[in-house]
């Protein structure tokens, strides 16, 4: 017996009784209508007897009086509170089958003389088929009722010893027909409601795994969605952080008020276009600018106009210059524009054009004219020092400025 055959058989054993009952009362008010109808048929045909002796056919109404009784008994009787148990259920159950059994031994003695089975039948088959109880009770009760025909056939049977013999072997054989047939019947009963039972168990388990599966994957289905959008939001926030970051970056390397490029960025820059020119033989040329007499311009038009043409000058700056080329706010009215890849004359007219196109436009919203002052200077080649260029520069911004101002000036 497995694990799982265990509560199996307990809850057959638990449920027998309940079939049992349902059984015994068809089978009771079918033997109480036979037993009712044969005994009316009896007296309405007058074939009883008023001698006190006991024909044949009164010895049948007797017999079926007797079980129409235990029919009788079996329809009223309730064993209520005494047998609530299972097992003192089923005991009560083949203690009324066995009170039938008298019933069949005596019909199958009085049916002796005329070779008919057919009251033994009535009663041993139907026990047979329809009782549950364990195969050794089975075979007991069919044995029971060929102990009582037995020694009814020989005694009451009016047959020869060699009918005898023969009607014994007969209703012999019937009992173990019958007896096979209660160990088969409940066999295949057992069996087929553990299969039943075990399949339900199994079947319950599957719907609870698989409503725990079910669970599981919303669960899971949950936490992916929210794993997804901590993705989408983390992704939202490296990207919100990586701008911020550039942002940063171009704020630490850009004046906030001309939007060029400031000392710190200039000077780095400075160093890096030194190395690479040096290391590859680039020329690098570098201007230092100022605008010329841009003090009185703020004195006159005010802090906010001084630094509007600030502003719009280092747009034409940009605006004039390479796309490789670094503009950058020295500092006060200064610019410096670092020009890699370029000679210092190349810079110088660049700076001329820039100068000439200044000059015509005036700039701010108070359209102040301006102009500027340059000095431009190139990588040499013994240049040690990535500032030397710029000193050099800021020289020749000097010579323009002595010089007139207005005007570019080369190292």
Known sequence: MTATSAPAQTAYLEQRPGVNAHWRRRFALALLCVAAGLGLSHLLSGSLRADGALAPPERFVLVFAYLGCIALLALLADPGPLARRARLRTLLDDAWMALLVPGAGALATLDATKGDL????????????????????????????????????MLYGGLDNGATALWLSVVGACTAVFAGIAVVVETG?????????????????????????ESNNRKLELRTAELARLNADLEESSAALETANKRLEELAGTDPLTGVANRRQLFETIAREFGRARRYGNELALAVIDLDDFGPINKQHGV??????????????????????????????????????????????????????????????????LTFSAGVAELAADDTDPLSVVHRADAALRRAKTGGKNRVERS
């Open 118 to 153: 057919s009251g033994y039948l009535l009663i041993c088959l139907p026990v047979a088929i329809f009782h549950s109880t364990s195969p050794p009770r089975a075979v007991a009760l069919q044995l029971g009722a060929l102990g009582f025909a037995a020694p009814g056939i």
């Open 189 to 213: 009963r057992r069996n087929a409601f553990v299969t039943a039972y075990e399949l339900e168990l199994r079947s319950a388990a599957l719907i609870e795994a698989n409503a725990r599966l």
């Open 304 to 369: 906010i106009a001084a630094d509007e043409v600030l502003a719009e000058f280092a747009a034409a700056l940009r605006a004039h210059t390479r796309a490789v080329d670094l503009v950058a706010r020295y500092g006060g009215e200064e610019f410096v524009v670092l020009m890699p890849g370029c000679a210092a004359g190349a810079a110088a007219l660049l700076l001329e054009r820039v100068r000439a196109s200044i000059a015509g436009v005036p700039l701010g919203s108070r359209r102040i004219a």
